[in-house]
Every structure is written in C-alpha cells, then in structure tokens.
C-alpha cells in the first residue's frame, strides 16, 4: 500500500464549479501536511500547508482529519487558471522523508 | 534569486553510461531530496538528506547512490543507467531537518537513457 494515495483523476469541471481533492495517507505518526500545484511538468511549488484546524487560502480551502488519516483540499468559484496537477505531499517520520501522492489532475473549462 | 539549482537541464545516455546529477541550494536549508517523476506516477522519492553528513533512502532507492557533500549541495549518481531510469528528477530543499517546512524545487532535469 502506498503511504500516500490520492485520486488521480482528471477532473474536468466549468468555470465557476465547486471541485474536492481527497488524499489519505497510512503513517499515523505524520504530522506535516501540504498541498503542492503542478503545471506541465515543471517544478511542483507549494500551494498550501495543511493545519489541524483547517485553513483557508482565498479560493482554497485544506481540511485535515487525523483520525481517518485524510486531507482534504477545496477549489471554490474554479478558475482557467487553476487548471494543474494538485499533489498531496505529506512528512513521514522518522527522519522527515516528504512522499507526494500521485497527484490529481484538474482542467477547468470555459 | 537562485533557490535550488539543478543540472544538467537535459541528459542523453545510453545504457551502461554514469552520471551525476549536481544540486544546489543558497537558502542555507537543512533537509534536501531527489525524485523522479514518471508520467501517471507522482514524484516518487530516491534519497533524501535530513541534515549535512547523512542520507537515508526513500521509496525508488534501487539504481541510485547519492553524497551530501556540504550543506549546500546534493548530488545523485547513476553507475549504470538503465532505460527504466528515464524519467524527469527533481531535486528539493527545505528549512529545518525533518521537512516540516515548505520544501523548494530546481527545474528538473529530463533524462533519457537509450
């Protein structure tokens, strides 16, 4: 099983949709969450950390739940733009090795 | 404005050939690690660094040898590159040891071995 897995989509939703991304991860030790953006294979770059209270970011909204291992992240009033692979990245101990899931893919439609 | 510089951009080998794979970051960062990232698969870690004078594998070790040579750089050999080692590698940094900070990314080397 791997210690992360996400959805990998794609994701094909309208201008103005509403999208969820899901990720859960098997090490119950982990305590670092983060969502990452992706464009056409370049370099991912860090969207938003993942707090244990929830955080929101704008448009973006990033959900942890502890208990059933799950982080969850929220696109509001989708953009073109925000058409990406968004990868689940989460800091597994001992040591801090950061495991990214395989990442979802979103295009977002006129 | 470097951040992590990476090279070479791009890599042609062919099979049997070594090479290494240079990293550096100027953000005085602790922790740093290799990916590789294969289309459908995610970035899938080689080897990470937690701090200067220590390595330890990470998921797709097998192939791979690495040196943290100083704190600033990272580099990532292959003795015998093979064709599943096609891929594009990221290498990343991150503040504190145990990456639970934002972790920064060079721009990836695309490799090809024939």
């Known amino acids: 099983r791997k210690e992360v897995e996400q959805d990998p989509g794609p994701f094909n939703v309208p201008e103005g949709a509403t999208v969820a991304f899901n990720c859960t991860y098997s090490n119950s030790a982990s305590q670092s969450f983060f969502w990452y953006r992706q464009d056409c294979r370049k370099e991912p770059k860090l969207l938003m950390s993942v707090y244990s209270s929830g955080n929101e970011d704008g448009r973006f909204t990033a959900q942890l739940n502890r208990a059933s291992q799950y982080i969850s992240l929220l696109i509001r009033d989708s953009k073109l733009s925000d058409s990406a692979t968004y990868l689940c990245v989460v800091n597994i101990p001992p040591g801090g090795k950061l495991i990214f899931g395989q990442g979802t893919e979103l295009s977002v439609k006129p | 404005n470097a951040g992590v510089t990476q090279t070479p951009k791009f890599q042609v080998l062919k099979t049997g050939q070594s090479m290494t794979l240079q990293c550096a970051q100027d953000?005085?960062?602790?922790?740093m690690y290799w990916y590789r990232q294969d289309p459908g698969m995610g970035l899938r870690l080689i080897y990470y660094s937690a701090s200067e004078g220590t390595t330890d594998k990470g998921e797709v070790p097998n192939g791979y040898n690495v040196s943290r040579l100083n704190k600033r750089e990272f580099s990532l050999r292959l003795e015998s590159a093979a064709p599943s080692q096609t891929s594009v590698y990221f290498c990343a940094s991150s503040g504190r040891t145990g990456g639970d900070t934002e972790a920064f990314f060079g721009q990836g080397t695309r490799l090809t071995v024939v």
């Open positions: 953000m005085n960062h602790n922790s």
